[in-house]
């Protein structure tokens, strides 16, 4: 609502005059800073623009909420018996009935009301306000022309009641309280009971007319209220007021309460709304000196109460509209900062690659000699691995002929030893016997260096003029590997 913003703009456009009034923040409450009235009697729509636009220039428009006042005389206004207590229903129920009670259809009027309360079982009271849509949007487009973005629509007398509670419930002790508040051209008559408007009336006679009709302004003044009472009580509307309060104490206002008093009868006291808003000792003045027959009640008091007020009669489709707008503001800003992103993206990583590419380039030019004395150096290393592995091999060879003349008995010559790179042996040679070369065959089993002995063959032969016998055993070292995975391994 309004009173969330610390800035809050009031303005009402009747036939005869603007008004306008500024609210700000101090602390947890709005004070007054600043007001204007002017006149627009007459004036063609490009010179009330103007006027308004003059009237403004001192107003913080952005940055202000603005709520547009509605007086009770560009409404329509009837109190009526819903059947149901539960608020959506009633809600409900007055969008259906609503156009029953004015001449135009449904789609020309904007319609809000105030809950008075229950009146028996399951019915409720509510005061039916009705706003001709044509006036609205012709307000709200002038507004809009001089530069202001209405939020609200609000109803001025139900703003008055809000701010005339606390004052209304202290005189008449919660009983109904009648609001007289004279304006320059009108004088507004409210009645309200526990807090809320039940029932108001514009009379098109202010103090302009009193001062210069004298007493016959003043009777008519005093006939139309007695009439609005005698509806108000022939309509069973509500209790009686008890009390009845005047909201300015100038001398035409208390010329009024004196004729109330004496031809009425009603109990009536002065209630200036200056004592209750809350306003700079230079805005007081200001309504004193410049503008001393002027009311400000009408667009002061809604601005105050907002946050609690139930009738906001601004238009659905406008509403829409400018969700609409605003959405479409969204949209643009997005496409505009997607245009403006994308290309400061695409420039980022373009600029990110070229530097990679660059420390790229120079990371391989500089360790690009070292990479190549790297590769020597393994190459030289591989190498000197070769070498490692052949003489571990020859050392190998050299140890496999060493445990074979250990077990070798004298009666055995060998006649060929060859051993490949995987350590298998191959011995050949000559025995006296064949029983020979099995024992020897099974004590080379017995040596810790072999393993899988094998007596591949025996043949008998001459040998220098004896029987003797040829042999060929294969044996393996159990310690052998290849050069080439002892190489691996040691890169490894």
């Not at 487009?141 to 209405?150: I, N, T």
């Not at 209304?168 to 109904?176: E, F, L, N, V, Y």
């Not at 306003?279 to 003045?285: E, H, Y």
């Amino acid at each position: 609502m309004l009173n969330k913003s610390k800035s809050v703009i009031s303005v009402l456009l009747s036939e005869d005059s603007f008004q306008a009034i500024h609210l700000q923040k101090m602390g947890t409450t709005f004070r007054v800073v600043n007001l204007v009235n002017h006149s627009v009697k007459g004036f063609a729509e490009a010179e009330m623009i103007k006027t308004i636009q003059a009237s403004l220039s001192g107003f913080p428009l952005r940055g202000s909420d603005v709520a547009c006042v509605l007086p009770s005389n560009l409404v329509t206004t009837k109190n009526i018996e819903i059947p149901a207590v539960n608020e959506e229903e009633i809600r409900s129920i007055v969008n259906l009935q609503a156009g029953r009670h004015t001449p135009f259809s449904r789609e020309e009027i904007q319609i809000g009301y105030v809950n008075v309360g229950v009146v028996k079982a399951n019915y409720t009271r509510v005061l039916l306000v009705i706003a001709n849509k044509s006036i609205l949007k012709n307000q709200l487009s002038v507004f809009d022309k001089a530069g202001l973005k209405v939020k609200h629509v609000l109803f001025a007398s139900e703003g008055i009641a809000q701010m005339y509670r606390a004052a209304a419930d202290s005189k008449s002790a919660g009983g109904a309280v009648g609001l007289i508040d004279l304006g320059e051209n009108a004088t507004e008559f409210s009645v309200i009971q526990n807090g809320k408007i039940v029932t108001t009336r514009n009379i098109p006679i202010g103090r302009s007319q009193i001062e210069s009709g004298g007493n016959n302004s003043r009777d008519y003044i005093l006939d139309e209220l007695h009439k609005t009472l005698e509806s108000y009580q022939a309509e069973d509307i509500g209790q009686l007021p008890k009390k009845y309060l005047m909201t300015s104490d100038d001398e035409a206002a208390k010329a009024v309460q004196d004729a109330v008093t004496n031809r009425l009868g009603w109990d009536i006291e002065c209630a200036p709304y200056v004592d209750l808003i809350k306003a700079a000792p230079a805005v007081l003045k200001k309504i004193a000196t410049k503008y001393p027959g002027v009311s400000f009640l009408s667009v002061a008091a809604p601005a105050y109460n907002t946050s609690t007020s139930p009738i906001d009669l601004f238009p659905e489709e406008l509403q829409l509209q400018k969700s609409l707008e605003a959405q479409g503001k969204e949209f643009i800003k997005t496409g505009i900062l997607i245009v403006v992103i994308l290309p400061l993206v695409a420039c980022f990583l373009v600029v990110r690659q070229s530097f990679m590419d660059l420390a790229k380039t120079t990371l391989k030019k500089n360790y690009e000699s070292k990479h190549e004395q790297a590769k020597v150096l393994k190459d030289q290393t591989l190498r000197a691995k070769v070498v490692e592995n052949f003489a571990d091999n020859r050392m190998g060879s050299l140890d496999a002929i060493n445990e074979l003349y250990r077990f070798i008995p004298d009666t055995v010559y060998l006649s060929s030893i060859t051993m490949d790179q995987d350590g298998k042996l191959d011995i050949q040679g000559v025995a006296d016997t064949s029983s020979i070369v099995f024992n020897l065959g099974s004590a080379l089993k017995e040596s810790s260096m072999f393993e899988s002995v094998e007596i591949k063959s025996t043949a008998s032969k001459k040998d220098r003029g004896k029987d003797a016998s040829s042999f060929e055993i294969t044996l393996k070292l159990k310690t052998a590997a290849s050069p080439t995975k002892k190489t691996k391994d040691s890169e490894g």
